[in-house]
């Protein structure tokens, strides 16, 4: 049996093809496996995560690791991850992490949810397509799955702009939310908490 089983790459390469593409994590499912796939299966992809807790190997496979956490790389994570997608290449960040100086609210499950508006922000700005990247437990077996982000137009305000781009995005995470809580034992500890996972 695959323990692990690929996405439906087709929508992804044929954009690749034409320009960058941001590929937009969570803190859901089996931590780590999406990343590992991206450094197999990308050349040199650039990946916002905190490297404290990475192991050593993955940090030797080859990529620009960008670590939110760390205050001498913080405020250089949006201009290298530009310069990522502006030489055609992969950029994957989780969203909803809560690094970010400035955050998007957004109301769900009767509470409120806080995102980081990077990576909408380069959307717009560089017109490149979207996609969210999880990894999924689906039984005894991981997978991946890869969905577009519909991006709102681009001549909506900044903020009009990032809100749509997380709703689309918020609401591939809310339906695995909803539907596989098997999938919410690696959240982040406040997402552990508030569903008591």
């Known amino acids: 049996m695959q323990l692990l089983v690929p996405p439906d790459w087709s ?16 803190h859901i499912g089996p931590p780590k ?4 796939v991206i450094l197999d299966r990308f050349a040199e992809p650039a990946i916002v995560t905190n490297t404290g807790d990475m192991p050593d ?16 790389t913080r405020s250089q994570v949006l201009l290298k991850g530009a310069m990522q997608l502006r030489k055609g290449g992969v ?3 989780a969203v909803d992490g809560k690094r970010a100086e400035d955050k998007l609210t957004i109301e769900r499950f009767g509470r409120s949810w806080q995102f980081s508006p990077g990576a909408p922000s380069l959307a717009r ?3 490149v397509k979207s996609f969210v990247l999880l990894a999924l437990w689906e039984g005894n077996r991981i997978v991946l799955r890869c969905v577009p982000i519909q991006a709102p137009d681009r001549s909506l305000c900044a903020e009009e702009y990032q809100r749509g781009w997380i709703m689309a ?7 695995v939310i909803e539907t596989s ?3 919410l034992r690696f959240l982040a500890p406040p997402l552990r908490k508030e569903f008591n996972a």
């Open 91 to 93: 950029l994957y960040a």
């Open 181 to 183: 809580p098997e999938n």
């Open 33 to 36: 496996y999406a990343m590992n």
């Open 169 to 175: 995005y918020w609401d591939v995470l809310s339906s």
């Open 57 to 72: 190997w993955m940090s030797e496979r080859g990529g620009l690791f960008l670590d939110p956490r760390d205050p001498e």
């Open 125 to 127: 700005m560089l017109g």
């Open 11 to 26: 929508e992804l390469d044929q954009a690749l093809q034409q320009q960058g593409v941001i590929l937009a994590a969570a």
